[in-house]
Structures are given as C-alpha cells and as structure tokens.
C-alpha cells in the first residue's frame, strides 16, 4: 500500500536557526512528489514538484530534494513568516485505479521565533 | 487571476440534516478534487473529476456522500444525513489535467451539532 510519512510532526526553530524536514515514501512507480505549505484555516499552497531521484529544486529560502526513498525540505535561515505546516505528497502510477491521486502525509508543523 | 473558491467557508449543521458544499477550480482546469481533512489527520482523497465525469470515486467513505460537476467547472459535494463524524474541513483542488500540480481552495468548515 501506498504510504507518506513526514518527521518531525512538530518543529521550532529559532530565526536563522537551519534545519530540514523529511518525507519517507512507499509508493508504486512514483510519478511525483509535491510539497505544499498549509497557513491556518487556509487550502494547502503548492510549493514544489520533485520528478526523479537526484532532483533538486529551491525557491527563496526553502530547497527540495528527491532520493528514491525519501524527500527533504530544507529551511535556511528561516523567518518567522516561514511559520506554517508543510505537506509531502505522492503521485503512484500504480495506486489501484486512481493513478494521479495525491497521498499526503500528515505534515510537519513548524514554528519559527524571532 | 482567480483561483479555486469554495463556499460556504462556514458552515454548522445539526445531525441528520443534509449539507452541499460548492467548489469554483481556476479556470480551464480539467480536472477537480475534493478532499477531507480532519484535525490531527492527513488530507484524505474523496473523489475526482475528469471534465464532469468521475472515474474514481473510491474514497467517498459512505454512499451518504456524492458528488457532480457540471459543464466541466462548478463541482457540489453534497452529504446526506450528516453525522457528527463528518465534522471537518472539505478542500477542494483543481489542476490543468490529472496528474498535474493542484491548486487547493480555502476550504469550507463543517461542524455537525
């Protein structure tokens, strides 16, 4: 069976202070790997998509990292405005019938104090 | 531009009574997700639109749920004498084609009394 699991499910970081998030996966044929931001009481915000195993991709503060079996999301010197929970997920090609859902995991809660 | 709105953000109901949830996608997308998330738990899949067909409907947890969408935009989940279980926040999402990146709602709350 299809599975994400996140780590840590709760992070503070002081500013500046760097660190990275993980997302372990099982999946059948990965089609892709997603990364999104949910603020509270707000939709998830779409952040990356990760392809293929050595993949990297970075947008100001935060980069993404693809292995065969897991996925990071570095923080460098992060802000207090970086503050939210960030979500993996997962596209099998092979998920019974449903190849394109998303599987998400249950997302690492970070704080980050000024 | 616009992104996918859903309506109503809010919405308390006693058990037993019946709900619909509305979802607008970004324009031109072809396909639409509602998913379900509940405090403490991940999002969780409940079915998905190609232009106004479902071919997965697979994580609708009851047949007290159903959905539609019509003229390939507007989708309606509707859920039929609601219990307190189904108390949680319905997304939304919408993307290009399936299999693309999506593009998440805010959300409508629902508290079942």
């Known amino acids: 069976e299809d599975q994400v699991t996140q780590s840590p499910e709760a992070l503070r970081l002081q500013e500046g202070e760097s660190s990275s998030l993980n997302c372990s996966y099982t999946?059948?044929?990965?089609?892709?790997l997603f990364w999104y931001r949910q603020d509270p009481g707000k939709g998830p915000e779409f952040l990356f998509t990760?392809?293929?195993a050595g993949e990297e991709k970075e947008k100001e503060r935060l980069k993404a990292t693809l292995t065969k079996k897991e996925s990071f999301l570095h923080i460098t010197a992060p802000k207090p405005e970086d503050s939210a929970t960030y979500l993996c997920?997962?596209?099998?090609?092979?998920?019974?019938?449903?190849?394109?859902?998303?599987?998400f995991g249950k997302g690492t809660k970070l704080s980050v104090k000024p | 531009g616009a992104g996918v709105s859903q309506s109503p953000s809010n919405k308390v109901t006693e058990k037993g009574k019946d709900v619909e949830l509305r979802c607008d996608p970004i324009?031109?997308?072809?396909?639409l997700y509602w998913y379900r998330q509940s405090l403490g738990q991940g999002l969780e899949f409940l079915i998905y639109?190609?232009?106004?067909?479902?071919?997965?409907k697979s994580g609708l947890p009851s047949d007290r749920f159903s959905a539609e969408r019509t003229g390939g935009s507007v989708s309606t989940l509707t859920i039929q004498r609601t219990q307190q279980e189904d108390s949680a926040v319905y997304l939304c999402?919408?993307?290009?084609?399936?299999?693309?990146?999506?593009?998440f709602g805010p959300g409508t709350r629902l508290t079942v009394t």
């Open positions: 999402a919408s993307s290009l084609y399936h299999g693309g990146e999506q593009y």
């Open positions: 999946v059948s044929g990965l089609r892709g």
């Open positions: 990760l392809y293929s």
């Open positions: 997920a997962v596209q099998g090609g092979n998920y019974g019938g449903s190849q394109g859902n998303l599987i």
């Open positions: 324009s031109g997308h072809t396909a």
């Open positions: 639109f190609q232009g106004n067909s479902a071919p997965d």
